[in-house]
T-cell receptor
Framework: ELKVEQNPLFLSMQEGKNYTIYCNYSTTSDRLYWYRQDPGKSLESLFVLLSNGAVKQEGRLMASLDTKARLSTLHITAAVHDLSATYFCTISAGNQFYFGTGTSLTVIP | GAGVSQSPRYKVAKRGQDVALRCDPISGHVSLFWYQQALGQGPEFLTYFQNEAQLDKSGLPSDRFFAERPEGSVSTLKIQRTQQEDSAVYLC?????????????FGPGTRLTVL
């Protein structure tokens, strides 16, 4: 059974702190995505990672991919309140996309 | 330009009613996906179209769910005889690509509540 597991599921962190969200998946995939979802809103694409060792950065977020370990990380640097949202890791197999359960991030002042 | 739009944004149905949810993809986008997102969960794949062809419907939870895209643009997800467990947000996404979907653009979703 194909699984995408994220941890932690809930994360409360203070502004200015660093933290990492982990995503483990159970099968070979050729693409890994990170999405952001604000309450009541749709999904916004953050990163697409295509190959082993890929690293992408945008602002305070950095995503990496280790295909051998079937692990992706989303690292948050010096968190700010605007980053509060739910973050989803997603893998694709063919043209099917499988989402993790999400990590709900709350950044507190 | 215009993104993916969905209507209605909110739908309340009595158990046993039929509902129809509409998705307008980005113009020219070949691929269209439907997902079901239960409260507190990640989206789950329902079905996938390439133009008007429904290439994968393995995620549809029962034969009460039916999707169509007759002219390869607008799509409708129909749920017959709705049940309480159908309550969820239904997301539509489209992609310019056909065979190899690299990036999806999501609509705002339709929140369905079945009483």
């Amino acid at each position: 059974e194909l699984k995408v597991e994220q941890n932690p599921l809930f994360l409360s962190m203070q502004e200015g702190k660093n933290y990492t969200i982990y995503c483990n998946y159970s099968t070979t995939s050729d693409r890994l995505y990170w999405y952001r979802q604000d309450p009541g809103k749709s999904l916004e694409s953050l990163f697409v990672l295509l190959s082993n060792g890929a690293v992408k950065q945008e602002g305070r977020l950095m995503a990496s991919l280790d295909t051998k370990a079937r692990l992706s990380t989303l690292h948050i640097t010096a968190a700010v309140h605007d980053l509060s949202a739910t973050y989803f890791c997603t893998i694709s197999a063919g043209n099917q996309f499988y989402f993790g359960t999400g990590t709900s991030l709350t950044v507190i002042p | 330009g215009a993104g993916v739009s969905q209507s209605p944004r909110y739908k309340v149905a009595k158990r046993g009613q039929d509902v129809a949810l509409r998705c307008d993809p980005i113009s020219g986008h070949v691929s269209l996906f439907w997902y079901q997102q239960a409260l507190g969960q990640g989206p789950e794949f329902l079905t996938y179209f390439q133009n008007e062809a429904q290439l994968d419907k393995s995620g549809l939870p029962s034969d009460r769910f039916f999707a169509e895209r007759p002219e390869g643009s607008v799509s409708t997800l129909k749920i017959q005889r709705t049940q309480q467990e159908d309550s969820a947000v239904y997301l539509c996404a489209s992609s310019l690509a056909g065979q190899f979907v690299y990036e999806q653009f999501f609509g705002p979703g339709t929140r369905l509540t079945v009483l």
